[in-house]
RNA sequence: GGGAGAGUUCCCGAGCGGCCAAAGGGAGCAGACUGUAAAUCUGCCGUCAACGACUUCGGUGGUUCGAAUCCACCCUCUCCCA
């Protein structure tokens, strides 16, 4: 259950009450695709980085360890050790990401794994199935992204296909709840809009899954080419669609400032690789901008990462030890990195709230939403 | 003392008359990364007034239109025999 609790313009303030955990938003999802964070942090270390959800995805899940395993080890949380809300996307990005591996058809996608080439199908239904035996607190419809440049007509195809397998994902859903073996029988099901960089097509297609009243909803198949300004017209464009009572998730975003011009416009719910994809890289936030720890300049940096930064990499560490750590290819350095942006991230959406409820956003907006993108 | 082999740009290591500033690694330097086929990928990596020029392949001298590549001597190293 959602509730808002308040606004600033357009940035909300709200909770999110699920049978695992109360999550606070707006709230960033950490991504632990395999069950697990990249970069060798466990459950037991998210409890001291802030995380509120952790965020797995089916396909991969599906072809290792298998679902029907997860479910064997009692789901998701029991498997994983994490107690709070779980989140697991559908499969649908791997329409998208594995395009030269699969086909797709009326009545799901043909995939070959990315693992062995073993071919493989996922529909809706077989996504929900996955999901249920993964027992996450939310599962994802199965949708197209589509990729970007892609025409209109195609969009419009891919979209309204979109539609029809949320229709099929929803009645799968609601009879996997009814079941009596099913883990979690309180499995909630999120939306995605699609649509491309059309707004007439997102508005249509927001307005047309709106009505099958789902427990969130999101916006899908953004920031895969489009520039951050079209992809913030398309928010603005599709928002005043979305229900209010209902969490509203921007899928895969972003980058801080990003996130920043996100909750601007309404949504409360975001996740993305990035903290730990670019901390396994060498790429760490901080409060002042990204600094790329292999630069030459951090060798003799006795710093922490951030000076400000309550982390259990900044409290212990200096830049330059990191540094040595990612030119040794120390399995440390990608932890202790990982770890910060972690923190970072999630401190930044507590920054977010607290602004909110100080009814401070704006000046936090003004102050912060160029700042922490730019490299320093 | 006798015999065999080797010395290449920061390192390892190809090249064995012109297409060689010299393959390929590594190191170094920098960049990218947005629902993770990513602990990955890309670029630079002799010098300069730089679509050209200059100096490099142990040293010196030679052969040749032309040499890292051929010859002579020298230096250094490795291995084998005494």
Redesign the pocket.
């Known amino acids: 259950m959602f509730t808002l609790i308040k606004k600033n313009g357009g940035a909300r303030l709200g909770r999110f009450e699920t049978v695992h955990s109360t999550v606070e938003t707006p709230g960033f999802m950490n ?4 069950a697990a ?4 942090v466990s459950a037991f270390d998210l409890q001291e980085l802030k995380t509120q959800v952790m ?3 089916t ?2 899940l599906h072809l290792r360890p298998s679902d029907t395993l997860v479910k064997d080890m009692g789901g998701l949380h029991k498997f994983t050790g994490w107690n709070k809300m779980i989140l697991t ?2 499969g ?10 699969r086909k797709i058809k009326e009545e799901g996608v043909y995939f ?1 794994s ?2 062995d080439g073993r071919r493989i199908f996922m529909g809706p239904e077989e996504s929900m199935r996955i999901q249920s035996n993964l027992a996450s607190t939310v599962a ?6 589509v990729a970007n440049p892609s025409t209109h007509e195609y969009s419009k195809l891919a979209a309204e296909r979109t539609e029809r397998w949320l229709w099929r994902c929803k009645d799968e859903m609601e009879r996997l709840n009814s079941r009596s073996d099913t883990i979690n029988k309180k499995q909630l099901l999120f939306g ?1 809009n ?1 649509g491309c960089v059309y707004d007439d097509l997102r508005v249509k297609n927001m307005e047309k899954i709106v009505k099958l009243d789902l427990d969130g909803y ?1 916006i ?5 080419g489009e520039t ?1 300004q079209e ?1 913030y017209r398309i928010i603005a464009a599709v928002e005043p669609y979305m229900p209010v009572d209902k969490p509203r998730y921007l ?5 801080p400032g ?1 996130i920043i011009e996100g909750v601007r416009r309404g949504v409360d719910l975001f ?8 901390a ?4 760490l936030f901080t409060w002042k901008g ?1 600094i ?1 720890l ?4 951090y ?1 003799r940096d006795e710093n922490p990462v951030d000076e400000t930064c309550g982390c259990p990499c900044c409290k212990n560490h200096t830049r330059a030890y990191l540094k040595h750590l990612f ?1 040794a ?1 120390e ?1 440390l350095a ?1 932890r202790l990195a ?1 770890m910060h942006n972690l923190y970072f991230y999630n401190t930044l959406m507590e920054k977010i709230r607290e602004a909110l409820i100080n009814d401070e956003f704006e000046s936090f907006y003004e102050k912060y939403s160029k700042l922490l993108d730019t ?1 320093i």
Not at 31 to 34: E, F, N, P
Not at 294 to 297: Q, R, W, Y
């Open positions: 991504v632990a695709t395999c964070i990249k970069g060798g965020l797995c995805n396909y991969h996307d559908s649908g990005f791997q329409v998208f990401s594995l395009s030269q591996l070959a990315h693992i994802m419809a199965f949708d197209e992204c995605i699609q999101a899908g198949g953004l920031a895969v951050a992809m899928m895969g975003v972003g980058k990003n996740d993305c690789v990035m903290p730990s994809r670019n396994r890289h060498g790429h990204i790329n292999n630069n030459a300049k060798d030119k290819e399995l990608g990982v490299r």
